[in-house]
Structures are given as C-alpha cells and as structure tokens.
C-alpha cells in the first residue's frame, strides 16, 4: 500500500480506477469516481489516496482526508454523497491495518456506499437514498407517476402552464454552460440556507472552488451538468450536479423565491428526468435525506450508511466526543416527526432573524445544521 496526494496518482492509477468501477455491482455514482477525488484534491490539502496493490499491482484505492491526531473521513465529506473503497480488493483488507497505515485514528463516512463490506460493519445509521429510474423512457416514468401521484403530477404541470402565461415562454436546458447561471444558483442556494436557519455551504471557499472546478469536469463517468427553467427568457430555477454515463446525481438544487407560487423547482425537476433519459441516463439519485418532492418524484430507494470506523487510542476518544453525541441528538429528532417538524420551525425562524440582521448590517449569527 502506498499513500499519495489525488494529483500524484498517475494516468495509469487512474484507468485502473475507473476499469474497476465500471467492474464494480453498483450504480454508476459519479462521486465515486476518480475526477471527483481529484478535484477535491485541488481545494483541499488533507486529500488523500491510498493506493492497494495486489501482486504487485494496484488492486484498489481509498480516498480519504486526514485531519488532526489522525481523524480521518471521506473525501469531500459534507457534500460527498457516496463514499468508500474502490476496488474488490477491500474484501481482503484489514480494517485495522488499512487505518494503521493511512495515519488514522478514525474514518468517518456519511454516505457509505450499499456493498462496502469492510466499513458497513461499523455503520451506526442506514438512510434511504431516493431514486427516480427512467430506464424505460420518461414516458413510462409519467406514466407510472400519473398513476401514484396523479394530484402531484396534475398540479406540477399546471403550474407550468400558469408559469409560461403569466411570466413568459418557458425553457429548459439540461447543460448550460453559462456562468452566470452557476452564479446565480448559488446566490440562490446561500439564500435559502440561510432563510431555513441552516449553514451557508458556499460560504466556505473549498466547496464554492470545488463546485467551479467540477463545473468544467467533462469525463465520461464524471460530469458536472447545471441544469436552468427559465421563463420569459429569466432564470427561475437551476440544479447543479454530476452524471455519469448511466446516473445523474443530483447536488444543489434552488429557484427564485419570486416565483415560489409556480413550484419552479418541481417543473425543474420533471423536465431533469425527462432530459436525462433522451440523454441515456437511467437514474436519477436524488441523495439521502426526506423531502415532499422527494417522496412524491421517487420511483424508489438505495440504502446508504453513515458511522466511523475507530482505532483504540486518543484520537478514537477525541473522534467520539466531537462527533457522537451530535450524531445521536439528530439521529433522536429525525426518528420522532413532531420533534423534527418542530426543530424545523425553529431553524426557520432562526433564519428570518438572522437574515433580518444581516440585511440591518449586524453580524450574522454563527452555525447550524448542515444538509443539502
């Protein structure tokens, strides 16, 4: 086994990679492939690669981040939505030895990938990652929507129509290229975490840099698309992600409060699916984490993991000190609705005071609740 920064890893390391995830039994996740690890690479300096050999030849990779006293996580942690091990190789590793040799005193993953037996194991939560497959063509998909969730569908493109009237002809496109448009999405985005009480992701300079970097990404299993609706030739919704040849992962999502009456965001989503199976894609995954419009899109669900894998020792006890306790306190709300719901009144309200300040040019208040 060898450590190396992502830019180390030379071409061949790279093929390698991507020959065997296209070998792997697992959705085509564009997080999971080797550009995602480079770019994070490029924003952040605690990236790793630990590179598995096998007879002498490279078998595996585990991307990775190592911060103090050796606490380790997934590589672009907060904003990675699949992580784990590549290659089949993990199935003879050592958990133990693996994190011995790569420094850590423990691993922390929140989007482990269904089928990583090594790490699974150690996994203290499974969540529901919710998928919309248009293997079978969009119409088959609308079909089988307009039998779920015929109210839902029936309202959405109404409003479409309602839109295209009232604020002009309405536009897709799948992959826009326009940087203003990326710009504006992530106004947009800060706006809304901020508005439901939750911390600012493009706030800090590495995920802003990494979503420009991955915007310029053209590889066949690792893609960045900005999708944009626009009506009456303005932008009224915009969804940022990564595709691979066979899923589209779905990121930051957003739309203009302005124009909130028309639900641009779930017409934004309709015309993504039906854009992507003319594309080739079959699936969309639209990532962990309940939602209405997910419920209501969904054709069904993949298992993800979130947990830590730890080595006995200092940093182990640091790890569960830090990290545990908070863990557990969201794991407590989410599983009990009334308490969530009322967590998330209070998140919003949180919101308007701090958006209120900020715009009377008091500080803002400081941190909350991750998520997408």
Not at 158 to 173: D, N, S
Not at 238 to 247: D, E, I, K, P
Not at 265 to 277: D, F, N, T, Y
Request: aromatic share 10%; charged share 25%.
């Amino acid at each position: 086994m060898r450590v190396v920064r992502p830019g180390d890893l030379s071409a061949g390391h790279l093929e390698i990679w991507r020959e065997l995830r296209a070998k792997a039994q697992t959705p085509e996740n564009p997080f999971m492939e080797p550009e995602f690890t480079l770019a994070v690479g490029r924003v952040r300096s605690s990236a790793r690669v630990a590179v598995l050999y096998d007879g002498g030849e490279p078998a595996g990779f585990f991307p990775y981040e190592r911060g103090a006293l050796g606490r380790g996580r997934a590589i672009g942690f907060g904003v990675s939505d699949r992580q784990g091990v590549i290659g089949s190789h993990q199935l003879a590793l050592a958990r133990g030895e693996l994190m011995r040799r790569c420094g850590l005193s423990a691993w922390e993953f929140d989007n482990l990938e269904a089928g990583q037996s090594l790490f699974v194991p150690d996994a203290a939560a499974e969540y529901a990652s919710f998928v919309i497959d248009v293997g079978a063509g969009y119409a088959a998909y609308e079909a089988a929507l307009r039998l779920r969730s015929p109210k839902f569908l029936r309202t959405t493109t109404a409003k479409e129509r309602r839109l295209g009237r009232q604020a002009g002809e309405v536009r897709f496109v799948f992959d826009e290229r326009d940087p203003a448009a990326l710009a504006r999405l992530m106004e947009w985005k800060s706006a809304q975490y901020r508005r439901t009480g939750r911390r600012d992701r493009f706030a800090k300079d590495w995920i802003a840099s990494l979503v420009h970097q991955l915007a310029h990404t053209r590889a066949p299993g690792c893609s960045g698309v900005l999708s944009v609706l626009y009506a009456g030739g303005r932008p009224v919704a915009a969804h940022f992600g990564l595709r691979s040849r066979t899923l589209l992962a779905c990121w930051f999502p957003a739309y203009d409060p302005e124009f909130a009456k028309y639900s641009p965001g779930l017409v934004m989503h309709l015309r993504m699916a039906e854009a992507a199976a003319a594309a080739g894609i079959g699936t969309l995954d639209l990532g962990r984490g309940a939602a209405e419009y997910k419920d209501a899109l969904k054709t069904g669900e993949i298992p993800v993991y979130e947990g830590a894998y730890t080595r006995p020792g200092a940093g182990a006890v640091l790890h569960w000190i830090g990290r545990e306790p908070s863990r557990r306190a969201h794991g407590f709300v989410r599983e009990r609705p009334r308490l969530a719901a009322f967590a998330q009144r209070g998140l919003k309200r949180a919101g308007r005071v701090r958006d209120g300040w900020s715009r009377e040019g008091r500080p803002r208040t400081g941190g909350q609740p991750t998520g997408k």
